[in-house]
Nanobody
C-alpha cells in the first residue's frame, strides 16, 4: 500500500526551528524526486522544496530559501525538512509527496509559528 506519513510539526515561537519527517512506503522511495508542500490557513497548497533523483540536487521556493533544508535517507525511506528562522507566515499544514506522479496525500503535520 502506497503511503506517506508526516510528523514533527509543533507550535514554535518566531525564530525557532523544527525538523519534519516523512516516511514513505509502498514504492521504491529512492527512485523518485521528492518534495515538501504546505497549505497555509485559508490558502491553496503550495510547493516548498524538492530533492531530485538521482543527483540529490535541491530546489527551494523563494519564501524559504536560506532557512529550510530538504534531505533524505533512502535507507530509511524518509524525507526530512529542517526548518529554521521560522516566521508566522510559515504556519501551515505540511505534506510530502513525489514531485511528479503524485500519490495519495498523507494527513500532513501542523506547524504553527506564534508567540
Amino acid at each position: 500500500q502506497v503511503q506517506l506519513v508526516e510528523s514533527g510539526g509543533n507550535l514554535v515561537q518566531p525564530g525557532g526551528s523544527l525538523r519534519l519527517s516523512c516516511v514513505a512506503s509502498g514504492f521504491t522511495f529512492g527512485d523518485y524526486t521528492m518534495a515538501w508542500y504546505r497549505r497555509p490557513p485559508g490558502k491553496e497548497r503550495e510547493w516548498v522544496a524538492t530533492i531530485e533523483f538521482p543527483d540529490g540536487a535541491t530546489v527551494y521556493a523563494d519564501s524559504v530559501k536560506g532557512r529550510f533544508t530538504i534531505s533524505r535517507d533512502n535507507s530509511k525511506n524518509t524525507l526530512y525538512l529542517q526548518m529554521s528562522s521560522l516566521r508566522p507566515e510559515d504556519t501551515a499544514l505540511y505534506f510530502c509527496n513525489r514531485k511528479n506522479k503524485l500519490i495519495n496525500w498523507g494527513q500532513g503535520t501542523q506547524v504553527t509559528v506564534s508567540s
